[in-house]
Every structure is written in C-alpha cells, then in structure tokens.
C-alpha cells in the first residue's frame, strides 16, 4: 500500500548527541513536512518542502535542520538535542499540485527520548 | 496569525451516544480544514477533508461541517463505539501555503 513511513519508530538519544530522524513516501507526493508534537499539544510545523525547495518555519530553532535527497526521503537531523527536544516526531506529504490537493497524509510517528 | 480552538479538551460518553466535537478558527481566510484521528503514541489519520467551498463531507458514521463565516467547524460522530476512543484534531489550511494550523485536539472515551 502506498503510505508514510518513518523511521524508527522510537529513538533514544544522549543530551548533545546529533541523531537523523527518516521519513520516506512511496506517494510521489510533492510535498513533504516535518512536525514536532509535544505531550497533549497540537502538533508544531517546523519545515516543509515542496519538491527541492525548504521552507522554514521562522521559530524552527537552528539546531533542527532538514534535507531531501530525493523526492521519496527526507531527513530530519538534530545537531545537539536537548531534553526539550524530546517529542513525536510527525512526517506527512501531500500532492501540492493544485489548489485542490492539499490533504496531509501522515506517518505513524518517531518517538524522540533524549537522556 | 490563525488560531484553532479545539471545545472541550475532554469528552467521556457511554456507547451508543451521538457525538458532536467543535473547532474554531479565528481567520476565516482558510483554504481548506481537515480532521484527524490520533491513537495514544501513533501518528494522525485523516478522517476527512472539507475545502472552502464545501459545507460538509460524510465517511460512515462521521459527518463534518463547515462554516467559514462564523469560524467554526463540527464533526458528528454518530452511534459512538469504543473503538472511537481516541483524540480527535482538526487543522485549517491557510490559502495558498500548503500549511496546516492545529487545534490541540479533543480526547474522546467511549465507555462500553
């Protein structure tokens, strides 16, 4: 079935120490975005692409940085994770090709603990 | 600067009930709004899409409406089954952005 897919599901990670965060689309979606949720919160936008192009979110802070080799991947990276940074961590796409082709389709998650 | 409510935070129902969750917006500027389901440590599922000329879009026993003048949006769930339990977002589309604003969501329990 075509879908989201992150990986992995749950990563533990040292105070400081970077660690990537993968998420991959079998959508041909044009669109790919990265959310941070925190416990009961509403999930947070901290970039997007659409196709090459990076959009950031002006309060992503600068230790969050993203790429996207290719139109199935995209990376988030941590430099130096702090024990705030410990959330869910949200991939979606969409189409984006027009107006109409919005709807967000979402992976299941990777679950950030930092210790 | 767009912002989504999401009343109540909470809701515990018994089985069987008929069920109304609300989402307000406060920039009726939107695009499109969308509601999701999301189960204790899991990602979110779309449950559906209503674009700005719609009123309302209906899967199953869900029923969502949309009012763009008044800033508000309802999802009716009807006959509740446990496995509704879960919380329940709805996120605005702001025009031409390919972004999604967030409500924080309603936790929903239904009790068997």
Known sequence: ?????????????????????????????????????KSSQAPKLL???????FNNEADTPDNFQSRRPNTSFCFLDIRSPGLGDAAMYLCATSRGASLSSYEQYFGPGTRLTVT | KQEVTQIPAALSVP???NLVLNCSFTDSAIYNLQWFRQDPGKGLTSLLLIQS???EQTSGRLNASLDKSSGR?????????????????????EDSSYKLIFGSGTRLLVRP
């Open chain 2, 15 to 17: 089985e069987g009930e």
């Open chain 2, 73 to 93: 949006s309802t999802l009716y769930i009807a006959a509740s089954q446990p496995g509704d339990s879960a919380t329940y977002l709805c996120a605005v589309g």
């Open chain 1, 47 to 53: 970039f997007h692409y659409y196709d090459k192009d």
């Open chain 1, 1 to 37: 079935d075509a879908m989201v897919i992150q990986n992995p599901r749950y990563q533990v990670t040292q105070f400081g120490k970077p660690v990537t965060l993968s998420c991959s689309q079998t959508l041909n979606h044009n669109v790919m975005y990265w959310y941070q949720q």
């Open chain 2, 53 to 55: 000329s719609q009123r």
